[in-house]
């Protein structure tokens, strides 16, 4: 399990929430509120919130304009990963992604499976890195955003967690 260390600086990381919903509005949005609170609770900075439509061209979109703000270190969208027709969130993701990150899916529905069993298999969780911007696409109940924040986000966007941890390697994601 990921340790945190006190001994290291804690870096606050600027990250943006959208919720992927055709009916979700900000007042009724659950699964968007509980990313904002874990992640401002954690000492982040919710850099900006959306609910975009369940449309694949307006997720790309989104993603775009955050990946070029240069004050947007992290990307965590909820909703649309499931295996229905409007569900295209992780299509839209791997169209901008410039490398995936395979093994937040797979850990993402290992946890899942705990909680959940077999209809884990449902969720196509699943992050990636472009233009230096983390981007992580979870399924859209409160329960998934904190599995997926209390069980690996905290960690890997947690500067003092070891033995690695997204955040100190921020600086080298634009290496060529």
Same mark, same amino acid.
């Given at each position: 399990?990921?340790? +945190?260390?006190?001994?290291?600086?804690?870096?606050?990381?600027?990250?943006?929430?959208?919720?992927?919903?055709?009916?979700?509005?900000?007042?009724?949005?659950?699964?968007?509120?509980?990313?904002?609170? /874990?992640?401002?609770?954690? %000492?982040?900075?919710?850099?900006?919130?959306?609910? &975009?439509?369940?449309?694949?061209?307006?997720?790309?979109?989104? =993603?775009?304009? #955050?990946?070029?703000? !240069?004050?947007?270190?992290?990307?965590?969208?909820?909703?649309?990963?499931?295996?229905?027709?409007?569900? &295209?969130? !992780?299509?839209?993701?791997?169209?901008?992604?410039?490398?995936? &990150? !395979?093994? *937040? %899916?797979?850990? *993402?529905? #290992?946890?899942? *499976?705990?909680?959940?069993?077999?209809?884990?298999?449902?969720? /196509?969780?699943?992050?990636?890195? $472009?233009?230096?911007?983390? =981007?992580?696409?979870? !399924?859209?109940?409160?329960?998934?955003?904190?599995? $997926?924040?209390?069980? +690996?986000?905290?960690?890997?966007?947690?500067?003092?967690?070891?033995?690695?941890? *997204?955040?100190?390697?921020?600086? /080298?994601?634009?290496?060529?």
């Amino acid at each position: 399990m990921a340790k +945190i260390e006190g001994e290291r600086a804690f870096l606050p990381v600027n990250i943006a929430v959208m919720t992927v919903s055709d009916s979700r509005t900000i007042d009724d949005d659950a699964s968007g509120q509980v990313l904002a609170d /874990r992640l401002t609770g954690a %000492g982040h900075r919710l850099a900006e919130r959306a609910i &975009v439509a369940d449309d694949r061209d307006a997720i790309i979109a989104q =993603l775009k304009a #955050w990946i070029d703000d !240069p004050e947007i270190d992290a990307v965590i969208s909820t909703g649309g990963t499931g295996v229905t027709g409007r569900d &295209v969130t !992780p299509e839209a993701f791997q169209a901008v992604f410039d490398k995936e &990150v !395979p093994g *937040f %899916g797979e850990l *993402f529905r #290992w946890i899942s *499976f705990a909680k959940i069993k077999t209809s884990a298999i449902q969720s /196509r969780a699943i992050a990636g890195v $472009a233009g230096g911007t983390y =981007l992580f696409a979870i !399924p859209g109940s409160p329960g998934a955003c904190k599995d $997926a924040w209390d069980e +690996i986000l905290v960690y890997q966007l947690d500067s003092r967690s070891r033995p690695c941890n *997204f955040v100190e390697l921020m600086p /080298r994601l634009n290496e060529q």
